[in-house]
């Protein structure tokens, strides 16, 4: 992946979410961002994924620029996302929230997307719950549908925001895994996260973002083990002091 | 033997519903039979086609004005959510003076102020639709619309903007957004306030009575001055109604039954 941010900006209100950020990385596989909450990292996101228009600034990822508003629709189609809350549509089965975008976003006959829905979902360990509402999953199993939603259209990047935030420690080790195992079969992935551990073992590349701006980037094992910045060195003490007891060992 | 209380509970329960249906049922005869009036329901009989032919108008007025409501409850939710204020502010307006106005009031000034206009009386004729009845059917449609607009208005603000993030990340574009994820959602939630609304559009329908669109009301109290029957009508009114108002009742039960899910 190539990622070039040159003065981003995002404001709500009289709030900078981002603040004139800068960020420049190629070559790049598995892209994690840290840093403490409200720092910017879903903004950036979300604007990195077609969702949000920035106010100033540019951004191009691998030579499209998802901020403007001509480019996004069909940005948004070629990725996948993966939110925090899990987000999949309540009133479809697990089933059918993996194949109405194939159908209708990406064209696919019925029986097409039936298929790739069975193999996502199997994939995942979700066979026997394919044709449950929402509702009647755990919040892991929802997560996993939202993953298998996300990658069923073959993205060209998946984004993810904080995909374990909202889990206990077991589905989070159950999530976390599929995210490894993806990006270990070549999947181009943006996420933030607060599991360093993870980061340190998936990303190749991390981004601590604080107050709206990047404090340091730079490969995974430099910025986790020696950062040079002292925020990113205060942020990783205080995330660190208890140690990260449900981490997946790769 | 565990499931003694439970067929216990369900015969207890079985007992108190036929014993309070035969109360109500006992009653309900005492008052009719109380009263200080001979039942006439020959005189009724004779007048059954006058009777059916008005059953048959508020039928069609109620089928007619049902998606005529809609429409207009769509164009008046289309113009609440408009870019422009000045249109939010105007539709907000025209939502509120219906919603304000006694129906009667809106019917008499509609029809006399609009539907008598020389021109504009003209043009309907034209169209072929010069009738009292499309008159009627049209004040209906948007006195109710200015109601479903706001039920429908309610229920779309209801789905948080989490679904709709996640349907644009899915690559939905504008239109799907709104048919694939947020219309099934917010019409589930507010579908029995809309099956409300449809009831009380039948039986507003009996006010057309006033500009002399042959309905059910209107014709029902024809043949009360006719025949000077007393309370008659009035009971074949009542039961003509429900035989309109409570099969869409238990649609909109069916419907939500149906399409039942948890948030």
């Not at chain 1, 800068?22 to 909450?37: Q, T």
């Amino acid at each position: 992946m190539e990622i070039r941010a040159a003065s981003l900006t995002k404001t709500y209100g009289a709030l900078h979410a981002l603040d004139a950020l800068d960020l420049s990385v190629s070559g790049v596989r598995v892209l994690a961002l840290i840093g403490p909450s409200g720092g910017g990292k879903s903004t950036l996101l979300r604007v990195m994924g077609g969702l949000e228009e920035a106010d100033g600034g540019s951004l191009s990822v691998n030579g499209v620029e998802p901020g403007s508003k001509a480019a996004a629709l069909a940005w948004r189609r070629r990725n996948g996302f993966l939110f925090q809350q899990f987000n999949l549509f309540p009133h479809l089965t697990a089933h059918r929230n993996v194949t109405l975008p194939l159908e209708k976003v990406h064209g696919r006959s019925a029986e097409d997307a039936a298929r790739t829905a069975d193999e996502c979902l199997d994939r995942f360990g979700l066979t026997g719950h394919t044709h449950k509402l929402p509702a009647q999953l755990s919040g892991g199993q929802q997560q996993r549908v939202g993953l298998a939603r996300a990658i069923a259209s073959k993205p060209e990047i998946l984004i993810l925001d904080e995909p374990t935030s909202a889990l206990d420690p077991e589905m989070t080790a159950e999530v976390l895994e599929l995210i490894g195992e993806l990006a270990a079969a070549g999947q181009r992935i943006i996420l933030s996260t607060h599991e360093m551990g993870f980061a340190r073992a998936v990303a190749d590349h991390v981004a601590l973002i604080a107050k709206g701006k990047v404090a340091e980037h730079g490969p995974a094992a430099e910025v986790l083990e020696h950062p040079k910045v002292e925020l990113t060195q205060r942020f990783l003490s205080k995330v660190m002091k208890f140690g990260t007891p449900h981490i997946t060992g790769m | 033997m565990s499931s003694r209380p439970g067929e216990r509970r369900l015969l207890f329960d079985a007992v108190v519903g036929v014993l309070l249906t035969s109360v109500l049922c006992a009653l309900f005869w005492w008052l009719l039979n109380s009263m200080d009036k001979k039942w006439q329901w020959e005189s009724a009989w004779s007048y059954r086609v006058v009777l059916w032919e008005g059953w048959l108008t508020t039928l069609g007025i109620s089928v007619a004005a049902l998606p005529g409501s809609c429409l207009v409850a769509a164009v008046l939710v289309a113009g609440s959510r408009a870019k422009l204020v000045s249109v939010r502010w105007i539709t907000r307006g025209f939502v509120e003076i219906m919603r304000g106005m006694p129906l009667l009031t809106l019917i008499f000034i509609g029809y006399y102020l609009v539907f008598t206009q020389q021109r504009i009386a003209d043009v309907l004729a034209g169209l072929g639709l010069g009738s009292k009845m499309f008159a009627g059917i049209a004040l209906l449609s948007v006195f109710t619309a200015a109601y479903l607009s706001e039920i429908l208005r309610g229920g779309l603000d209801s789905i948080p903007q989490g679904q709709i993030d996640s349907a644009r990340a899915v690559g939905f574009d504008r239109p799907q957004v709104l048919r694939y994820v947020i219309m099934p959602q917010a019409l589930r939630r507010v579908l029995p306030a809309l099956a409300g609304q449809f009831v009380t559009l039948v039986k507003d329908s009996s006010l057309l009575s006033v500009i002399a669109v042959g309905e059910f009301t209107y014709q029902a109290r024809a043949y009360n001055s006719a025949s000077y029957s007393g309370l008659e009508a009035f009971v074949i009114l009542g039961i003509g109604y429900l035989l309109i108002t409570l099969p869409i009742a238990w649609f909109a039960h069916w419907m939500e039954s149906r399409f039942r899910y948890q948030m």
